[in-house]
């Protein structure tokens, strides 16, 4: 069969691709039977085995369409946010696990140099080194855009802004190779991983997005992308610390200032599954014996605190608000001044794995167990530190019975009891985690000012336990016998300070409020949830009162578009109109305007569209025109072609010289016809410019009488007749038919409130809105109009358009607007 088989072909028999004596075929009757006999030869010629696999998977198509068709019938969305939650919940418990070899695997080689103080010196920071540098290099040469912790972009994404590269696979790959390495610095780099996972969840879900786009048959939408963002988000938080609600209210605060409740179910359905796949990893595992909280506490709940210790709580969310505002004050002038320094600037873009391994020493070197680390709990990871602040003993009573034990060694993470890593023979507990909290608090602050993917929540909620846990031990210490209620002694929990602590000082430097449930969850403790509450509104109202959350101070700093949040408590947005800070110096065009208009239009404005109203002296708006619509539509009818032909058109001599044209021609309306918008665009600034230039290269290409006219003189003639066609086309009316129009631009009110406005703008993601009344066009809003009327709300000096005319006083001769150049010397040649 097949090849093999075919007889030998002799000197008659036709070739396969010829006709008799070598001709090609050319009827229809002859090409039939070649087509049949090479589509046989090649079905001989298909292995069996691929034809069995065809054939394997014809049959499981219609299984595979029935599959789809009831998937669809469920709704996708319910398999699109379980892959979510699962695939984040594996992709975090992984790198759980790997993080806690590379630590281990780090303390035993740590260990196994005891006998040499400078190997162990140099084991102990090269191991840091080594990973910051390749977590800095993943975010130089994989993706930029995988750099820091990806809330702030986010935030700016979910609002419309396009981000280039921010939710690519290669952004997916850099980000989890960065935090891997992060993580596994463990807490003498002191970042964490929340911010990542935001972002890389926020990657998957929008690749999985992609795919059920397909899968379903749909069309790709924004809204559809922003729910599917959101979910992501509530998962990437979740997965992190095994908290569905607080991990959804968190991600909705952190991330976006308007939140759709018929997205709610999206975000706890997402977070569930990835918590619990978290969980039940964990006893798979053997990690835990059964599906637990995330942080074990063995704290009494009958009688946990008393109405008068609600007064201590607060004190202790004052502390947390007051020293948040100096950590966001001191955090973002850091990335300022490294931002405006050009040298530092140009240094930092070029060695940036050079400065993180130099951070790197420097902290490593710090944190040295058997320097000044010992002092730090450097040996303690980030979850070992929550657990010893989360510990129920308290640590002054306990350690009195040691104090006279001159045995006691320096803290090893052998002890039996976790506290113990906080006793040390030259320093009381107390002196310990007050030198922990000013050495991590620049530590922090340094750290922060690499580029490597990392996350900062973490590291302000561990900062935040131990300043809770200072002040609850300092409070057990002043009233040992505990506050007397009614003739009952309520004994001080220093670890309840130490959970509200937490809460309160992480929900001050994100400014969110969810941070006090999230603790709930974490710890199983919901007995102090008056008081955590208590702690964390403290905080958040001194926070949002005098600096902007760590995210927007982020979004400052790197000048990306978005709206500063508006005061809390305050009702002065509600008096401020869109009257008192729009801008009332319109540029519009009307049906009546001429290409003359659209010139000078062109010139003295650099927006990217310009209104559109009936007539100047109703200005009723129309729609919005895009710039470079506009640009296209004045090449067209003051291009060189039309030049070129205006001229040629005029001249009644010979024709022109081939050599001179072929030298001095300009472009040919051929190669014009399909130049892309950016260089027709390009003309106009050319037109504008170098008008005269353009006139000297058109007069060469005409050709000169053969009388006695000079060169000069022919100059002079032609470049008169371009002055004259130009100043023709100038008066004629634009044709607005050939342009495409948006006939219903964002409008706004001149009674709209500021709130109002915020909202509008946050929601619909807009940029420009213009403000009418009655339908007439009376002035414009942008983001930067809006975005100074709300910091002048927060800041308090806020004045109207009316009251900074007051204070200017009355409009002066020298206060009119110039005149745009070339408008004089615009002559019309009397015929």
């Not at 979910?158 to 952004?171: D, I, M």
């Not at 007064?311 to 004052?318: K, Q, R, T, V």
């Not at 502390?319 to 240094?347: D, E, M, P, T, V």
């Not at 935040?464 to 009952?488: H, K, N, T, W």
């Amino acid at each position: 069969m097949g090849l093999w088989n075919c007889r030998k072909r002799g000197p008659k028999d036709k070739d396969p691709e010829l006709g008799p004596r070598g001709q090609t075929p050319t009827g229809e009757a002859e090409k039939q039977p070649l087509e049949e006999s090479f589509e046989k030869v090649w079905k001989e010629r298909e292995p069996a085995k691929r034809g069995c696999s065809l054939r394997f998977l014809g049959a499981l198509k219609p299984l595979g369409l029935c599959i789809r068709s009831q998937i669809l019938k469920f709704g996708e969305d319910w398999v699109f946010l379980f892959l979510l939650g699962i695939s984040m919940a594996m992709v975090s418990f992984g790198l759980d696990v790997t993080v806690s070899k590379f630590q281990q695997a780090h303390l035993w080689v740590y260990d196994g140099l005891a006998d040499s103080g400078y190997l162990q010196f140099f084991s102990w920071t090269s191991y840091h080194v080594v990973l910051m540098m390749v977590s800095a290099a993943a975010a130089k040469y994989i993706s930029p855009q995988a750099a820091g912790s990806g809330i702030p972009e986010l935030k700016v994404a979910l609002r419309g802004v396009v981000l280039r590269e921010f939710f690519t696979f290669r952004t997916l790959v850099a980000k989890l190779v960065g935090v891997l390495c992060t993580l596994a610095a463990g807490s003498t780099i002191f970042l964490g991983k929340v911010g990542p996972f935001v972002h890389m969840a926020s990657i998957l879900a929008s690749m999985l997005g992609k795919v059920m786009v397909k899968f379903a048959g749909s069309a790709e939408n924004p809204g559809r992308k922003y729910e599917l963002l959101v979910a992501g988000a509530a998962a990437g938080v979740a997965c992190c610390f095994v908290a569905p609600v607080g991990g959804v209210l968190f991600g909705v605060e952190a991330t976006g200032t308007h939140f759709a409740v018929r997205d709610y179910w999206r975000g706890f359905f997402a977070a569930t599954c990835a918590a619990l796949t978290f969980r039940l990893l964990a006893v798979l595992n053997n990690t835990r014996e059964t599906v637990a909280i995330l942080f074990q506490t063995s704290w009494r709940v009958e009688f946990p605190y008393d109405l008068p210790e609600l007064l201590s709580y607060a004190i202790l969310g004052i502390l947390c608000g007051a020293i948040s505002c100096l950590f966001l004050f001191c955090h973002r002038n850091i990335l300022y001044f490294l931002q405006n320094r050009l040298r530092i600037k140009r240094f930092m873009a070029n060695n940036k794995i050079l400065y993180a391994g130099f951070v790197s020493l420097l902290l490593s070197s710090i944190t040295f167990p058997h320097g000044s680390g010992q002092y730090i709990g450097a040996k303690l990871s980030m979850k070992q530190l929550l657990e010893t602040f989360f510990n129920n003993l308290t640590w002054g009573l306990e350690e009195a019975p040691l104090g006279s034990n001159s045995t006691r060694q320096p803290p090893n993470q052998t002890h039996d009891f976790s506290w113990l890593q906080w006793t040390h023979p030259a320093l009381s507990s107390l002196e310990m985690v007050s030198f922990f909290l000013i050495a991590k608090f620049f530590m922090v602050l340094l750290a922060t000012t690499m580029v490597i993917p990392a996350g900062f929540f973490l590291p302000v909620f561990v900062y935040g336990a131990a300043l809770g846990r200072l002040y609850g031990e300092v409070m057990a210490q002043i009233f040992p016998d505990g506050i007397v209620s009614e003739g009952i002694h309520m004994r001080i929990v220093p670890a309840g300070y130490a959970l509200a602590g937490a809460a309160a000082y992480s929900g001050a430097v994100t400014q969110t409020i969810s941070t006090a449930l999230l603790t709930f969850e974490l710890t199983g403790q919901m007995s102090h949830i008056l008081p955590v509450l208590v702690a964390v509104l403290s905080a958040n109202a001194i926070s949002q009162r005098l600096q902007p959350s760590f995210f927007d101070g982020i979004i400052s700093v790197k000048k990306l578009p978005f709206l500063p949040k508006l005061a809390v408590g305050k009702s002065g947005g509600h008096d401020i109109y869109a009257e008192d800070f729009m801008v009332t110096d319109l540029k519009y065009l009307s049906r009546e305007s001429k290409y003359k208009d659209l010139r000078r239009l062109l010139r003295i404005s650099t927006l990217k569209q310009f209104p559109l109203v009936d007539s100047q002296e109703s200005r009723v708006l129309l729609g919005s025109i895009r710039r470079k619509h506009l640009s296209q539509l004045l090449s067209a009818h003051l291009g060189p072609e039309k030049r070129f032909q205006y001229i040629l058109s005029q001249s009644d001599k010979a024709a022109p010289n081939p050599e001179l044209m072929e030298t001095e021609e300009p472009d040919s309306p051929k190669e014009t016809e399909n130049v892309p918008c950016d260089a027709q665009e390009s003309w106009v600034e050319e037109i504008m410019e170098g008008e005269e230039e353009d006139e000297e290269k058109l007069s060469k290409a005409v050709p000169r009488s053969t009388g006695s006219l000079t060169l000069q003189e022919e100059h002079g003639r032609h470049r008169h007749m371009v002055e004259e066609w130009e100043c023709r086309q100038l008066q004629e009316t634009l044709r607005l038919a050939d342009v495409p129009i948006d006939p219903a631009p964002y409008r706004l009110l001149e009674k709209e409130t500021l709130y109002q406005c915020y909202d509008l703008f946050n929601l619909l993601g807009l940029r420009t809105a213009y403000v009418t009344n009655m339908g007439c066009l009376v002035g414009v809003v942008s983001l930067e109009e809006l975005k100074a009327a709300v910091e002048g709300c927060v800041k308090g000096t806020f004045a109207s358009q009316a009251t900074r005319h007051q204070r200017r006083g009355p409009h002066r001769p020298d206060e009119q607007e110039p005149k745009p150049p070339g408008e004089d010397e615009l002559k019309i040649p009397v015929a």
